[in-house]
């Protein structure tokens, strides 16, 4: 399992460039990232090679930070893949709060990143199913 970075930032100009210069002003890699947006706040969600100094550094900055379990699994580069993780997902009567792709450059490999209550009892569900966890 990963540690997920999540961050509040407020819906602005110039807001993510701050968060990637935050990153970048202490040499912390982005692996994955995805954004939702509201009206007036979005939610930054991060993989990163460093998340307790980028959680640290973030606070520091005066945003609203929060640290989560993930699960990345391994999935192929082929049309079905992601269907066929879900459907091992479905069938093991598991709750999925949100999922993002990434892609691991070092396995040359598409990655989902999903974020459920039960990450360990999920993570042995997978890993049982012949999915291979970052």
């Known amino acids: 399992m990963l540690t997920q970075i999540s961050l509040f930032a407020e819906n602005k100009k110039g807001t993510m460039h701050h968060i990637t210069s935050l990153l970048a002003e202490h040499g912390i890699n982005i692996t994955a990232l995805v954004t939702n947006d509201s009206a007036e706040f979005g939610i930054v969600r991060m993989l990163v090679s460093d998340s307790d100094t980028a959680c640290a550094c973030f606070t520091e900055a005066g945003y609203l930070v929060h640290a989560d379990r993930v699960i990345a699994v391994e999935i192929g ?38 974020r459920t209550g039960e990450e360990f009892e999920v993570a042995e569900c997978l890993k049982a199913k012949g999915y291979t966890l970052l």
Do not use: Q
Request: glycine fraction near 6%.
């Open 77 to 114: 580069d082929t049309p079905g893949s992601l269907d066929g993780l879900l459907k091992v997902i479905t069938e093991s009567n598991i709750n999925v709060d949100y999922l993002y792709m990434s892609y691991d450059r070092d396995i040359a490999m598409p990655i989902a990143v999903l």
